[in-house]
């Protein structure tokens, strides 16, 4: 988030409540920022020397200040957007976590990866349906979460598919 | 589990059903329903099953043992000749390689089995053109389908099958050898174009992106439907 008001300083000077009005329509998706955590951005920003705050200014409203990218700041949004992200599973430590203790508690992994798999499902279809009504950008989005929760079924497949052997070795290992 | 959805009324029902080809079991006694209008995806791996279901259900195999039923009454137990009629008349087919006639023009393959219906001439072929205009494929009619992109043949075939106006609607792996792009658009023309017609479909599919364009999923490993992901679309 916090880069990502950066780059939005470095499209054009904001103030606080501007940015994030500009913030919640492009990239919120449904959890807008609260003006608390923009302002504490903005002055850590500036405490960085990654931004810098206009004078107060003073209009019909309260008081506000317009706020500037600097060139450090330029650069790190540079660096930020050039370096791949981190490719990390988002749920793979949960979903493994519960597979790996349910077999060692000898509990039914099975029911727990077809219940996964339903609400797996469940949100494939709710990201589908999305796409048919949506924007290029939504369209954009929900690719990208059905293709995650593709990997994740491609894993729970699989898992079921072993859960035999995992049975077995969990046995032995007791 | 592996009932149609809450308030409305089975249209086809797989009851304890089992095939074998040879020594090797394809289905061991599966079950799975799917009510009117209601978009049903079959999955499961490769060898599950899910294709011999499929078969099943649309009469084209019939079952060793176990029923199928169609719109209350059984399908299984009728002739060849009711059961040929009836896949003319009240189902479409959607097949991964779209099964059209390569030499054949765009409007000659959607027109054919409106003629085997033993619909005019004329109103086959003005059928025919509407479909491909609806699919998109209006300036494609006059093409040999063998001169057609993989995705544009996909669309013909699914032109085909809803130009006879079906009950229900049987695709099997209808993206399988399209692009993700393309087997997209088609899947998209093929589902709403269903809900608008209020057309029932069973849907085969390994592929979970496809399947979510259903209303509901059933799995079949093992020649045994095991689960339903139960109805979420409104």
Redesign the interface.
């Known amino acids: 988030m916090t880069l990502t008001l950066l780059g939005l300083l470095e499209r054009e000077p904001s103030y606080g409540y501007d940015l994030k009005r500009d913030y919640d329509t492009h990239f919120a998706r449904g959890k807008p920022l609260s003006f608390g955590q923009v302002y504490t951005t903005l002055a850590r920003l500036a405490r960085d020397g990654k931004a810098v705050a206009g004078p107060p200014e003073h209009g019909d409203g309260p008081e506000r200040k317009r706020y500037w990218i600097t060139e450090a700041g330029a650069a790190e949004v540079d660096a930020w957007l050039s370096r791949p992200a981190e490719p990390e599973p988002h749920l793979q430590p949960v979903l493994f976590a519960k597979v790996t203790l349910a077999l060692m508690l000898g509990r039914p992994a099975d029911s727990y990866l077809?219940a996964q798999?339903?609400a797996?499902?469940?949100r494939?279809?709710?990201?589908?349906?999305l796409k048919?009504a949506g924007s290029l950008t939504d369209t954009l989005l929900a690719d990208y979460g059905?293709f995650h929760?593709?990997a994740d079924?491609r894993w729970i497949?699989l898992t079921a598919?072993r859960l035999g052997e995992l049975k077995e070795e969990a046995v032995r290992g007791r | 589990m592996n009932t149609p959805s809450a308030g409305r009324g089975t249209l086809i029902e797989a009851r304890d059903v089992t095939k074998s080809f040879g020594q090797t079991p394809a289905l061991r006694g599966a079950a799975a329903a799917v009510a009117q209008g209601e978009i049903v995806a079959v999955m499961g791996p490769s060898g599950s099953g899910k294709s011999t279901l499929l078969h099943c259900l649309a009469g084209i195999f019939l079952p060793d043992s176990g029923e199928v039923w169609f719109d209350g009454r059984r399908l299984d137990t009728r002739t060849e000749a009711e059961r040929t009629r009836l896949r003319r008349t009240a189902f479409g087919f959607v097949f991964q390689f779209g099964n059209l006639v390569p030499e054949l023009t765009a409007a000659d393959n959607v027109a054919l089995p409106l003629l085997l219906k033993r619909e005019g001439r004329k109103a086959a072929y003005q059928q025919a053109a509407q479909w491909l205009d609806r699919l998109g494929l209006g300036d494609k009619g006059a093409r040999r389908t063998g001169e057609l992109s993989g995705g544009e043949a996909q669309r013909v075939a699914v032109a085909r099958a809803l130009a006879l106006g079906p009950r229900l609607l049987f695709a099997d792996e209808p993206t399988g050898s399209l692009d993700s792009l393309t087997g997209e658009k088609v899947m998209k023309l093929l589902t709403s174009l269903a809900r608008e017609q209020r057309i029932t479909m069973v849907l085969v599919t390994h592929d979970v992106r496809v399947a979510a364009y259903a209303d509901r999923e059933v799995m079949v490993r093992d020649g045994v439907v095991t689960a339903d992901a139960g109805t979420v679309r409104t």
Do not use: I, S
């Open positions: 077809d798999r339903v797996h499902l469940k494939m279809r709710e990201l589908t349906q048919d059905l929760l593709e079924l497949d598919a």
